[in-house]
């Protein structure tokens, strides 16, 4: 039969095209079982791969891709190192590519991912709307895991943090501490962890029975700029914050160099809790209670994904969910009594 295509020959072998093209790859994860009904189907129906296309594609790299929104951050630091150790254990090279958070930067890495037969790229999506820049990816027969961000109309294997009940937990730890204005510095909301930690905090309110102060809810960007200018928009206010929850560790630096340029005492004055820790977050001044993600073993399932994923192509979707947990310090004032908060 001429014209015979991929989908064709994927459809009468029940299974992905991806599937395909990795068995016209010679993909070293694909069980003889599956190649064999691959092959029954191309030759039912006479399927001809391109030869010329097939000597150029002949067989995947030993390389995985790695793709993170912003190598400064710390927690994409721990997840990296989680990735690497993974990969190198099982005779993978990972390749290091930072977006920025740039779409077109994305767009690029994913195109040398494809064009370099990688075994498998794990993404930290710029947008939540990338499915159509990750999708030819996949059709290549290159496996893609999701981490901390999910793609809308794109399923994907993803691993993140229970970014609801972090949120949640630090909120509510203030509130039982007994502030009664507490600031909310969310992160982007087109985000999944924007979204997931706004509604975290907003849980925590519902449940406690604490009527939230939208003025005393302010939206960044996951930068440190967002978090001193926010901060200091707060403070300026005429009846400023006791407490401020900040959504992640970037933001929450910005946050603490305001405080400090305007001189005010925390806890004392007013209460700092972030969200994502950081190694030196107890040698801060004062010492910063912060929900800690755990961003190594993050890395570590985005790869035991990757390689589920790449060896049984077209097992159901898996979202792993990983639990953080708070890490109390002075900044939140747990260790004062109310009588000496001023």
Known sequence: ??????????EYAGVSQATVSRVLNHHAYISDDVRQRVQQAMDALGYQPNRSARRLRAHSSDIMGLIIPDIQNHLF?????????????????VVLCNTDDNPDKQTAYLRVMQAERAAGVVVIPTRSNDGPVLAPVREAGIPIVLVDREVVNFEADIVKADNVRGACEATTHLIRLGYQRIAIIAGTQSLTPGRERLRGCYEAFDEMGIRVDSALVKVGNFRLESGYELTRECMSMAEPPDAIFVANNLM???ALRALHELGIRIPEQVALVGFDDMPW??????PLTTVSQPGYELGQQAVRLLLQRAESPDLPYNKVILQPRLVVRRSCGAYLSVNHRD
């Not at 039969?1 to 994927?10: D, G, P, Q």
């Not at 977050?281 to 004062?286: H, I, R, S």
Request: net charge negative; no cysteine; glycine share 8%.
């Open 77 to 93: 630091q721990t997840l990296v190192r989680g990735v690497e150790d993974a990969a190198y254990a099982r005779q993978l090279n």
């Open 1 to 10: 039969m001429a014209n015979v295509t991929i989908k064709e020959v994927a």
């Open 281 to 286: 977050a107890g040698d801060l001044n004062p």
């Open 252 to 254: 929450s630096l910005g």
